[in-house]
């Protein structure tokens, strides 16, 4: 009989199963796979980390942003004014006007001429949409030899040029009326030619005044300071107002503008009393107190010329000068507290200027 061998022992030995796999835990990290290294294993869990940390990143910026749209939307509705896209552009403009006056005075000037035909041609329309009749080539013609002097021509010539700008569109007026003969009564002639005198003052002559402080020494940080000053004033104004004068709650002129209210006046003040010292002291280099001066006075000018507009608007019968820009309206919608202030700022700039060299 014979003997059985090992290869036949190991024939009648059943095969061992296999282990079960181990779960993975939470908080654990899942089990090396065979030829994986560990390099590759730390990588996985980063790019899961990664994409965990993402998505929950999306999820907090689509909440914020919905919450974003929910509030412009209520803005919206109170102010006709897309908040974002009026903001977006504003500083799109503000940066423009900046690098000039901080990087070359030149350059603003012709800013400044741009601004200022493209602010006759929307008011001639306005105007023209009111049932007068303005002639826009003298206009922009005599408008801008009218604002150009402020910079380039000594300060007599630029009131000489008042003179010659609105005494030339009077009378293109008039004789354009003489060849018309379109029936139009004499009231409404009469009508015609001071508007069209109103323009060259309102638009051109005060534009001159902001390039004759330009010219002056250390004139663009001036001009800087007016534009800061109003810009802080009528940002505060419209979220004070927005804030506490809800519903209109104190209105300063319900005939003239219902949406400007007392609340608003408030923080204008506050915020152009704030911002007058700031510029004072680090940009014009005069006291605290002088700079005080100026947000006062600057914040007056600028309702007055707020106030002014909206006027012209409600007896024009229209909301906004134009609509060409974006979330703001007209660029006479921007203007209207700007132009009238440049008068204030020049007569403070020589009362004020010496004492920055004091």
């Not at 901080?102 to 001429?113: N, R």
């Not at 408008?143 to 910079?151: E, P, Q, S, T, V």
């Not at 134009?322 to 921007?334: M, T």
Request: hydrophobic fraction near 50%.
């Amino acid at each position: 009989m014979s003997t059985p061998s090992d290869d036949d022992d190991a024939s009648r030995i059943p095969p061992r199963p296999p282990l079960p796999p181990i779960p993975p835990h939470a908080g654990e990290n899942p089990p090396v796979r065979a030829g994986e290294s560990p390099q590759a294993r730390t990588g996985e869990n980063l790019q899961a980390q990664f994409r965990a940390k993402k998505a929950e990143l999306e999820t907090h910026v689509s909440h914020a942003r919905d919450q974003l749209d929910q509030a412009n939307e209520r803005i919206k509705e109170r102010t006709g004014r897309d908040l974002v896209v009026a903001i977006g552009v504003g500083l799109l403009i503000g940066g423009v006007i900046l690098a000039s006056l901080l990087f070359a005075k030149w350059s603003f000037v012709v800013i400044g001429l741009a601004i200022v035909l493209l602010a006759v041609w929307e008011l001639v329309l306005a105007l023209r949409s009111g049932g007068r009749k303005v002639d826009l080539w003298p206009q922009l013609v005599l408008g801008a030899m009218l604002a150009a002097g402020g910079y380039f021509a000594d300060p007599w010539l630029t009131w000489v040029m008042l003179f010659v700008a609105v005494f030339g569109v009077v009378v293109w007026r008039l004789v354009a009326q003489m060849v018309a003969k379109d029936g139009r009564t004499y009231g409404d002639v009469l009508t015609d030619a001071m508007a069209g005198g109103f323009i060259q003052v309102y638009v051109p002559f005060l534009g001159a005044l902001v390039l004759m402080l330009l010219r002056q020494p250390r004139g663009e940080w001036w001009v800087l300071s007016l534009i800061v000053v109003v810009v802080v004033a009528d940002t505060c104004a419209y979220a004070s107002g927005l804030l506490f004068g809800r519903g209109g709650r104190h209105p300063m002129a319900p005939r003239v503008s219902p949406k400007k209210t007392w609340e608003g006046f408030a923080g204008a003040v506050v915020g152009s009393l704030v911002a007058g010292a700031l510029v004072g002291v680090y940009l014009l280099e005069v006291p605290w107190w002088a700079g005080l001066i100026l947000g006062a006075f600057l914040v007056a000018s600028a309702t007055v010329g707020d106030l002014a507009e909206s006027l012209l608007k409600r007896d024009l019968g229209i909301k906004d000068m134009s609509s060409w820009i974006p979330g703001h309206g007209g660029l006479l919608d921007r203007l209207d507290s700007m132009l009238p202030s440049a008068v204030v700022a020049l007569a403070l700039y020589f009362l004020l200027t010496p004492l920055a060299a004091a």
